[in-house]
């Protein structure tokens, strides 16, 4: 894995803190003191990027906060995802009609997770709306790491696995859904305690405490994830989600498509919808150019339970 560069991760995490308060103006010191920068650092880095208008220097006080330039690099990205987004409409649009279903297709930001479509609504009380955002923590996001490189992957293991048997288990669950094309969440009770703690704690720094507690439902979830592996055709479940990948013209996951909001249903009828999802997958790869790697099938292998054809 590249040694990380001091100067670059100081850059990024300044960035991020003024991203996280958009409407703010903070003082050098200020700043120095928030991200534990030597001061001389902070005004040489500041200054540099104010001259190029990634942060804007008030001309009185002399306190900073985000730049033009840094809403231009949004606007351009939100312009490409929005496009790969345009793509994916109709497909989202006939999988929540044909399954009854909310579609939600998903990006990955830095360490969230953040849905930038909503279609339908399925059995859920209320729609999530676009702009929502998650911590890539278990369950989240696991779609974008099954398929992710090897040192990326380690290093979210060290983040969110307390033991080297959590480790194992999660190895596993991401090639089971790399072999699969898709993942499956169960509709558990630790699933609704780990959202609302993520929900609680989405923009402050995680205490050991609070990381060992998601760390064990995170392991509890994996293991619940593993066993809806092993469907049965007329056995009933609860499934919270299905979810599954567009990849881009370098085979990396550029989009997850996510069915939520199910009923209780059959093992059969997991199996169509998930049949279902990885075909409409597969063509939106096919409308942008993406590159489906060998590891995913274009529908689900035959388990237990019949696969139909998507």
Sequence with gaps: ??????????????????GDHPREFFSLSELARRLDLNKATAHGMLGALADAGYLFRHPVDKTFSLGPAVVALG??????????????????DALSRATGAQCVASTAIGDEVVFVAVVGLGSL??????????????????????????????????????TPADKKRYREMLADIRARGFSMAANAQARSKLDRVLREVQNEALTPEMQRMLAALGAELAREERELGKLSPDQRYQIRSISAPVFDPFGKVTLVLILRGFPELTGQQISEHAAALVGACGRVTKLIGGVIPDSVETKPRRRSARTAAP
Excluded: C, D
């Design 75 to 92: 606007q351009s990205a939100v312009a490409a995802e929005s496009k790969i987004v345009a793509f994916a409409h109709p497909e989202m």
């Design 125 to 162: 009380p209320m729609a999530s709306e676009p702009g929502y955002r998650a911590r890539l923590y278990p369950p989240h996001g696991l779609v974008f790491l099954a398929w992710a490189t090897k040192e990326r992957v380690e290093r979210w293991l060290e983040s969110v696995a307390e």
């Design 1 to 18: 894995m590249p040694r990380p560069s001091p100067s670059t991760t100081r850059v990024i995490e300044l960035l991020n803190f003024l």
